[in-house]
């Protein structure tokens, strides 16, 4: 059973995915698609190995993994899987590719409003969507989301694609709150007052901030803590220190978030492994650990964020249920479509 598992992982590991076995003693197994990097989860799960004895194998890959459980169907060796993004684990639900589950551990660890009503998927981490701000040219230290939409930071103002699924999230937020006609018109004073057409992944508008062509930008709290430890690229600790995070809304609703997460694939070979390591993530260490890896906060409470996470400011979370904005993601792709807020400022 275990070879020939291993032999399926294996022939699975090919183009972009890479399978990172894992030995352990022999009590049963439990087989992870994660679309997380290999190393953000590696030192969990040993130390989940090393609780129960129980044996994981991960196949890492950047996209399709929903699409390859839908297709594998019955025979899928997949148990659980691991990914990012609301818009992702609502859709994971939607492809029909996952199960309930029902475990008190889990529903007291992790808060209602970060967990699917109907349990086929759970949040593991939280990110928030905050603003980075540039410290030579705003002197403010608070914000709202909607002063971003005010004619005084005409031209002032940085951010990726409005359809990508962070920009989604986040004005999917914004029509649960307060509706659409009020959601078009703040979409569209935010685009009227880009610097220039939304373009690059999130690091790059701290970049353009650095750069001077920008003194705001939109960005998830990760991506601090990625530039200011990148040795890789030791330039984008300059881009980092040009920058202060503001918490959009700390004095109000609360700052948007975002989930990384899990869900048990609906035809799990082993089900109660999965749930096992489902619970062993929403446990205190497991928590910490996670967080701390990729610059995340935990979703359990009580469990704090890393020293670093902290040192960026306090997050006060939207209490919006992640369930509620998955419902407002196709409405809010629209109205970035109505207002034409790919075409940039001036259109
Ligand atoms: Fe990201």
């Not at 969990?44 to 194998?57: R, Y």
């Not at 060796?77 to 996952?98: E, F, M, N, Q, Y």
């Not at 603003?131 to 040219?137: C, T």
Request: charged share 25%.
């Amino acid at each position: 059973m275990t070879s020939s598992l291993t032999r399926s992982l294996t022939g699975l590991a090919v183009g972009a995915a890479i399978l990172l076995p894992m030995a352990a003693a022999a009590e049963g197994e439990v087989n992870i698609y994660s679309y997380r990097q290999p190393e953000l989860i590696k030192p969990l799960i040993d130390a989940f190995t090393e609780q129960t004895g129980i044996k994981t194998s991960v196949l890492f890959a950047s996209k399709g993994l929903g699409e390859r459980i839908r297709a594998e169907g019955e025979n899928s060796p997949a148990d659980i899987l691991l990914t990012v993004d609301i818009g992702r684990l609502d859709a994971a639900k939607s492809l029909g590719i996952t199960q309930p589950v029902e475990s008190d551990v889990i529903a007291e660890n992790v808060p209602a409003q970060y967990r699917d009503p109907e349990g086929h998927w759970f949040g593991v981490t939280t990110r928030a969507r905050i603003v980075y701000a540039s410290k030579d040219r705003v002197a403010q230290d608070a914000i709202t989301y909607e002063e971003l939409a005010d004619p005084k930071w005409n031209g002032k103002v940085c951010t990726r694609s409005g359809q990508h699924a962070y920009s989604i999230g986040l004005f999917a937020s914004k029509l649960a709150h307060d509706g659409a006609q009020k959601t078009e018109e703040w979409l569209t004073g935010l685009k009227n007052n880009l610097a220039r057409k939304p373009t690059g992944n999130d690091r790059a508008q701290v970049k353009a901030i650095y750069a001077g062509e920008c003194d705001l930008a939109l960005g998830n709290t990760y991506y601090m803590g990625k530039m200011q430890t990148n040795e890789k690229d030791p330039e984008q600790k300059e881009w980092a220190a040009s920058v202060k995070l503001l918490f959009p809304n700390a004095d109000g609703r609360g700052t948007h978030v975002n989930l990384s997460g899990m869900v048990m694939t609906k035809h799990a070979p082993n089900a109660q492994n999965a749930k096992k390591l489902m619970e062993f993530l929403s446990s205190d260490t497991a928590q910490q650990v996670y967080g701390a890896t990729n610059f995340e906060y935990p979703v359990k409470p009580g469990v704090e964020a890393d020293d670093r996470t902290k040192s960026w400011g306090t997050l006060k979370p939207d209490t919006i249920s992640l369930a509620d904005i998955a419902k407002n993601r196709k409405e809010a792709s629209k109205l970035v479509d109505k207002v034409g807020f790919e075409d940039g400022p001036d259109s």
